[in-house]
């Protein structure tokens, strides 16, 4: 059996390298600086502050909120809402895994760990029983250092009236 032919035009569509080369060009896309809709090109506002920034509106709409000074955050439609919200998002994020925390015992400065655990597992009738004796030791440290002092004698001319220092001033207390 003899082969055919392709005709002229089926060679022409099979031939590689293509006769016209493809080109992608990749398009600038903006976004809108109030709505965080894509700007596509050759459409929208530009509107540019006094101090030389740049703001894209896809519409005048987004551009009238925008010199009204309204909130996108408070607008239903906006991106910003949108995302604030967790609105259309329809894939479900794997939830992070949360780590427990892991308690590991230490000592502290004044104790080790040793120290800590035995105090910890001492019963409420001792503790209040070392805390007397303490408090008792405290006590008589204190009166054996007062009976060593020298008691100093008091002047004489302290019985005139106790003048604060706001009258030795010479003030009028406020008036």
Known sequence: MKQRALPRWTQELTE???LFPVVCIQMKVEIDSFSG????????KL?????SKV????SSKNASL????????K???????RRMHKKGITEEVAKKRSRKNVKHQRGIVGADLAAIAAKRNQTAAARTATRQNAIAKAKAEKKEKEAKKPK??????????KVSKQQMKGGKGGR
Do not use: E, H, M
């Open 66 to 73: 925008f010199l009204q000074r309204k909130n996108p955050r």
């Open 55 to 58: 703001f894209r509106f896809a």
């Open 75 to 81: 607008i239903a439609w906006t991106q910003v809402y």
């Open 47 to 51: 509107f540019v502050r006094g101090d």
């Open 37 to 44: 809709y894509k700007i596509y090109p050759s459409k929208g």
């Open 152 to 161: 100093a004698a008091r002047p004489a001319g302290s019985s005139a009236p």
């Open 16 to 18: 590689y390298p293509p």
